[in-house]
Structure formats: C-alpha cells, structure tokens
C-alpha cells in the first residue's frame, strides 16, 4: 500500500513539473512572437538603435538575392536609401529548444530602396538565442520562394 501512495505521489510530482515546464516554455514563444514584432517594427521604421538591441555581435543575415551580412553590416543596409512601406508577417511558427528558439513564417515586404521599388513574398527563418537571461537575433534567412 505505501509503494502504491508514493508512486501515485511521484506521478503527480511529475505531472505538476510537467505542467510547469509546458507554462515556461508558452511563456518564452510568447516572448519570442513579441521580439521577432519589435524587431520587424523596428526595421521597417528605421530604428538603428533598436534594430541594433536585437541582434547578437556575431549576427549573420542572407537577403533574397543571396548576399550576406554581419550586425554591421545589416545595420548600414538599414540605415541605408530603404524605405520599407509594408513589412508583416504570416503563418509563424515558433520551435522551442531550451536556449534556441527557430522561427519560421511567410513573409511580404514592399518598399524603395535605391529609388527603385520592390516587393518579395519570401519565406524567412529566424534564430533566436538565449544568453544571459537576455534573447537577441543570431541568424535570419531569407528565400524567394521558386516557382513550381
């Protein structure tokens, strides 16, 4: 009878740690759908500053046309002749690795850069890490999708 009790009691112990662990980890895709928001918004609005506060010092970003760049590097482009006039995101989707977050989601921008105009329906990847208590941009991919 005893083992029964403890062994019903370990079994509660785990669901609850269980639980517990289910809520962090919401908590934390929450927290990621918030950054990947700001720093959307933020390079659509031109905010060096924080744009900069995102990204990691070893950040790497490849664009559509397969050139890549450093934070700053990225951070000229930026700062550069773009205006950026749409810049939203669609069917994101978050995976969770203890410090790693890898989110993934479709993706439409139009805008001018160089006096000329632009818009790409891309698909975009995004790594997020976890240092220090503090999540900051490691790497993005961007692709035009191909045409099937």
């Known amino acids: 009878m ?6 019903i009691l370990g079994l509660a112990l785990l669901g609850c740690l269980a639980v517990s662990d289910l809520a962090q980890e919401k908590a934390e895709v929450a927290a990621i759908r ?16 924080a744009v900069a506060a995102l990204l990691a010092e070893d950040y790497v970003i490849t664009l559509e046309d397969g050139n890549t760049y450093g934070k700053v590097g990225f951070i ?6 773009l205006r950026v006039d749409i810049a939203d995101l669609t069917d994101v989707k978050i995976r969770m690795h203890e410090n790693i977050a890898v989110l993934t989601a479709a993706y439409h921008e139009r805008g001018v850069f160089s006096g000329k105009s632009y ?6 990847t995004d790594v997020w890490m976890k240092s220090g208590g503090k999540w900051q941009l490691i790497a993005s991919h961007y692709s035009v999708p191909a045409s099937l």
Do not use: M
Not at 119 to 124: A, E, F, G, K, M
């Open 76 to 81: 000229s482009y930026n700062a550069g002749p």
């Open 34 to 49: 918030i950054l990947e928001s700001n720093w959307v918004d933020a390079y659509k609005q031109r905010r060096i500053a």
């Open 119 to 124: 818009d790409y329906h891309d698909r975009l």
């Open 2 to 7: 005893r083992t029964w009790i403890f062994s």
